[in-house]
């Protein structure tokens, strides 16, 4: 069964037909329009809908919440082990690159990319090390050491 590939644009430009046509030719089609306008009075608390997802996290197929994506959330997890084997920085984006894990960006992983992380891995730690998962993971640490 082929996979669903997604991919989520913020338009520099208006839509044209144009450009409609061109990414159709490339096999993409449209699934979701967000419209936006201005209009007068205060500006109240709306979502800031351009920001993207907590890294291990994607929008749901039904758009109104968030699911773990299996491969960032994977990532996570080997950055999370290997902070705790005290490796540096480096040593980590290498193994994460090797590992064929790559950025939201699909960039390699360096070193400042990993150090970028930090503040998520804090906020997801709490809830990693008292994972089915993570007590796995431990033991796999505990024995290699």
Partial sequence: MPRVERMREVLANPLTQAYVDHKSGEGWRPVVIVWERQVEGEQTGSANITEDPPYGLKIAEDCLQLEQDI?????????????????????????????????????????????????????VGPRVFTSEEWVVRRGRLMNAV
């Fill in 71 to 123: 491969q960032e959330k994977e990532a996570l997890l080997v950055m999370l082990e290997m902070i705790i084997q005290d490796k540096p920085l480096s040593e980590i984006a290498e193994s994460l690159n090797q590992r064929g894990f790559r950025t939201r960006h699909n960039n390699g992983w360096t070193p400042g990319t990993v150090f970028d992380m930090l503040p998520r891995l804090i906020e």
